[in-house]
Each structure stands twice: as C-alpha cells, then as structure tokens.
C-alpha cells in the first residue's frame, strides 16, 4: 500500500504564490513519475505538471512561467511552487504517484486533494 499525504493548498489573492507538498509512503521500492493534477468544478481532472524519476518535466501550457514541479527523491516527495496566481486556479488540486512496490508489482496512487482557491 502506499499513502498519499498533501499539503499547502489554502486561500490566495490573484497575484499571490503557493507551494504545495506530496509526501509518498508505504512499500515503495521505485517511483518512476510524480504529478499533479487539478479539478475545478464542473470541469474534468486536468494535468498541471508531472516530473520523471529522471527529471523529465512536462506541464500544461496554462502553468507554463507560472508553476514549477520538483521533487526530493529521498524523501520521495513532490512539490508545486505556484507563482503569479489567477482565479482560473482556483481548484483541487491532487498528487498522483506512479511506481512499483516493493514485490515489484506497479502502482498507482492519488492524493486526498488539497483546495487552492485564488480570490480577493
């Protein structure tokens, strides 16, 4: 099993920054990709960025200048610096971890969600 714990999210004025943090735990023995995604209401889940065990970044051309993704391979642990924020971010954003466990079996594990809400 592996757990997902998020934090960071919380109430910004438009401008504002953010940073959030995905910790990942349990029977993990290799994570190969580390994301985030975002859902607004009534929308789909979106990607917003996701980061490779080799550092390969991909993002959405909507973050693009705006958000940066990294991770501490150690501490197995991804994070979203989000800059210059917008309404239009306004969502849940969500972790998503994609990897093997330690009987070599892959997996696939989602966040609680965490709620960033961009408002004066």
């Known amino acids: 099993q592996v757990q997902l714990v998020e934090s960071g999210g919380g109430l910004v004025q438009p401008g504002g920054s953010l940073r959030l943090s995905c910790a990942a735990s349990?029977?993990?023995?290799?994570?190969?990709?580390m994301g985030w995604y975002r859902q607004a209401p009534g929308n789909q889940r979106e990607l917003v960025a996701r980061?490779?065990?080799?550092?390969?970044?991909m993002s959405a051309a909507s973050v693009k200048g705006r958000f940066t993704i990294s991770r501490d391979s150690a501490k197995n642990t991804v994070y979203l610096q989000m800059h210059s924020l917008k309404p239009e971010d306004t969502a849940v954003y969500y972790c998503?971890?994609?990897?093997?466990?330690?009987?070599?079996?892959?997996?696939?594990?989602w966040g609680q969600g965490t709620q960033v809400t961009v408002s004066s």
């Open positions: 980061i490779s065990s080799g550092g390969s970044i």
């Open positions: 349990g029977s993990i023995f290799s994570i190969y990709s």
């Open positions: 998503n971890v994609l990897g093997s466990l330690s009987d070599y079996n892959p997996f696939e594990s």
